[in-house]
């Protein structure tokens, strides 16, 4: 039975992973790491020979405690994969900080780290805030319910006035709050945290991404999904940059891109999620 879940989850995640590819111009961008008028943060990472990434880990299969080495706490996932890509595309070393997905872009804008990857939606709010590189890709935005209200949720309408748990700051939190009608809105710091409050009966559904909702699904088999989607979802998933970084914009673009062409984005879907379903279930 397990077996059969955990290929079926697999499947979802699959199924609703779409390589954003097309955004933008098609030809390669152009690094400028050779340029005289570096921007600030380029010339910062080329001076401390790293880049430092920040992200928020307990969001599988992008970003997730590597619980396969003993006494190590290394995050790896989907966007660790592309943050490796880049540091290597820079040729520094690369410094992951791990923080609460709502203090991912305050601290682009103080400085703490150089850039974001955290499956983070380029919204047009957040955009007046940092910039963002071509998504890398995209993912339709479902609910997860309690097994034991299988059948009863056939609509979004349906969740109106329901209680809905969600990760604070992100598109989950602001699609539920336009298209539950009512919906009362409990945000929380982690997606687990959201979960628990599901399985603990305190709220009636959890917004997430299906690539994610598929693999929390494989350890919570008192939850279950509900087919149910959003009704509009634009923007996927970007990298986010300090505002006038346009040459380090320029090589995320170009890793981005090249890591579409030839494969690695949906290999790395593939063997996070499966890692991430294997790293569960070890616990």
């Known amino acids: 039975?397990?077996?059969?879940?955990?290929?079926?989850i697999l499947a979802l995640a699959a199924a609703g992973m779409v390589m954003a590819g097309g955004c933008g111009s098609s030809q390669p961008a152009k690094s400028s790491a050779g340029n005289s008028s570096q921007s600030a943060l380029m010339q910062k990472i080329k001076k401390d020979g790293k880049l430092v990434v920040g992200t928020a880990s307990g969001f599988p299969p992008y970003e997730f405690l590597?619980?396969?080495?003993?006494?190590?706490?290394?995050?790896?996932?989907i966007d660790m994969k592309l943050a490796e890509a880049v540091a290597q595309k820079l040729g520094v070393k690369l410094e992951v900080q791990d923080m609460t997905f709502q203090s991912l872009l305050s601290s682009i804008t103080t400085g703490k780290v150089d850039i974001a990857i955290s499956a983070i939606n380029p919204t047009d709010e957040r955009k007046k805030t940092v910039d963002f590189s071509h998504n890398y890709l995209e993912g339709k935005q479902t609910l997860l319910i309690r097994r034991g209200d299988e059948g009863k949720y056939k609509s979004l309408a349906d969740f109106s006035g329901k209680k809905i748990a969600v990760q604070k700051s992100t598109i989950q939190e602001k699609l539920a709050s336009e298209q539950i009608p009512d919906a009362q809105i409990v945000a929380l710091a982690k997606v687990p945290d959201a979960?628990?409050?599901l399985k603990q009966g305190k709220v009636d559904a959890?917004?997430?991404q299906n690539i994610v909702g598929g693999q929390y699904l494989v350890t919570n088999e008192d939850l279950a999904p509900t087919n149910i989607y959003f009704d509009k979802y634009s923007g996927g998933s970007a990298v986010a940059v300090p505002k006038g970084s346009d040459d380090v914009v320029a090589v995320i673009n170009e890793v981005i891109k090249e890591n579409q062409d030839n494969g690695n984005i949906d290999q790395w879907v593939d063997e996070m999620t499966k890692k991430a379903v294997a790293n569960a279930q070890s616990k």
Do not use: C, H, N, R
């Open 1 to 8: 039975m397990k077996k059969m879940m955990k290929a079926a």
């Open 66 to 77: 590597d619980t396969s080495v003993k006494d190590q706490k290394k995050i790896d996932g």
């Open 195 to 197: 979960l628990l409050e």
């Open 206 to 208: 959890v917004p997430v």
